[in-house]
């Protein structure tokens, strides 16, 4: 499914992650929200991973369809509980959208569009994310709220 729009006289569209994505464009696009170590990619890497993702594992990107160029991504995982009789709970995560298509207003349609997914096509009854201090006005916007503290342990290398 391809959900198209325009802002500011450019056409966008959001779509599911195809495997052609995977490429310099996308992981530079990556690298602008987190450390990327390009050497350890590689296409059977690539190919291997797009294999895993499902229907509790989904990327979605914003292509700017004039030049076909993805400019955005987001990720969603669903968890399925035990509690809240068996419920399903919606995650976001790895949110980021190109430094030369900043404040648009693109990233806030990409979370909008992602917890509509899971809050009504995949009836979570609620969904999450992390983000630093930083971007909490940015997903205040959103509509999600500060709730409870999020703690980490990270592998050391």
């Known amino acids: 499914m391809f959900v198209s729009f325009d802002l500011s006289g450019v056409s966008f569209g959001i779509r599911r992650l195809m495997r052609s994505d995977l490429n310099d464009t996308y992981y530079s696009l990556l690298a602008q929200l987190t450390d990327m170590n390009k050497t350890c990619i590689t296409e059977e890497k690539s190919t291997e991973f797009y294999n895993t993702l499902n229907n509790n594992h989904q ?16 990720t969603i995982l669903i968890e399925r509980k035990l509690i809240h009789n068996y419920g399903l709970v919606g995650h976001i995560e790895d949110i980021v959208i190109d430094d030369d298509y900043r404040q648009l207003g693109l990233g806030k349609i990409l979370v909008e569009y992602l917890t509509d997914i899971c809050i009504f096509n995949k009836q979570c009854y609620k969904c999450i994310l ?12 959103c509509g999600y709220k500060c709730n409870g503290l999020q703690m980490s342990l990270y592998k050391k290398y």
Do not use: A, W
């Not at 990107?61 to 955005?72: F, H, L, S």
């Not at 992390?130 to 916007?141: A, D, H, S, V």
């Open 59 to 74: 990327i979605y990107v914003i292509e700017e369809v004039t030049n076909k160029r993805v400019i955005g991504t987001g």
């Open 130 to 141: 992390n983000c630093n201090e930083y971007n909490e006005p940015f997903y205040t916007k």
